[in-house]
């Protein structure tokens, strides 16, 4: 069974960093593209940006909102946002979702609150 | 990027009846991704539909979904009463991947 695990959400203050992990397990971690995306809160969801699979190369693209402050890695069996100079805007659950054969998988979510 | 235009924002039906939610792209998107989500407060979105029409596993048969191009149904055949939330369609083929804004089905 393809089990996502999100972590490392908390409160941080406007300016601070945060690293988010994902933990997968039930599936080949390095054989798919992985997506991070958020939901601020009372808002819809917003990609935040992927790594591809090792065929790929694991090489990464994000939306515009957040390149330049947001970095996606990946090691054998876990996903990484590392997310710096943190906005209030950038409160929101965030969500790592994995593609494996179409079918989409999302874990359940870690919440950041950005506030002094 | 693809744009993702749900309609319509609110939906007020009765359970029992037959909900139609539409998903517009502003260019065309492959049918193989493109997704349906269903999501109440507090939760993660649930997939309902993948592939354009193809349920996902432990979805009921009330749900059915269809399309190709730029437009896309999702159809509750008849409502029950844990049916009441917001959904989302999502593409993931073209990068950025995109989502609808979402659309509010009700009780009536």
């Known amino acids: 069974e393809v089990q996502l695990v999100e972590s490392g959400g908390g409160l941080v203050q406007p300016g601070g960093s945060l690293r988010l992990s994902c933990a997968g397990s039930g599936f080949t971690f390095s054989g798919h593209d992985m997506d991070w995306v958020r939901q601020a809160p009372g808002k819809g969801l917003e990609w935040v940006g992927r790594t591809r699979n090792k065929a790929k190369s694991y090489t990464t693209n994000y939306a515009a909102s957040v390149q330049g402050r947001f970095t996606i890695s990946r090691d054998e069996n876990s996903l990484y946002l590392q997310i710096n100079s943190l906005k209030t805007e950038d409160t929101a659950v965030y969500y790592c979702v994995s593609y494996q054969s179409l079918v989409p998988y999302w874990g359940q979510g870690t919440l950041v609150t950005v506030s002094s | 990027e693809i744009v993702l235009t749900q309609s319509p924002a609110t939906l007020s039906l009765s359970p029992g009846e037959r909900a139609t939610l539409s998903c517009a792209a502003s260019?065309?998107?492959?049918?193989?991704?493109l997704a349906w989500y269903q999501q109440k407060p507090g939760l993660a979105p649930r997939l309902l539909i993948y592939d354009a029409s193809r349920r996902a596993t432990g979805i009921p048969d009330r749900f059915s979904g269809s399309g190709s191009g730029t437009d896309f149904t999702l159809t509750i055949s008849r409502l029950e009463p844990e049916d009441f939330a917001v959904y989302y369609c999502q593409q993931y083929g073209t990068s950025p991947i995109t989502f609808g804004q979402g659309t509010r089905l009700e009780i009536k």
């Open positions: 260019q065309s998107v492959s049918s193989s991704y």
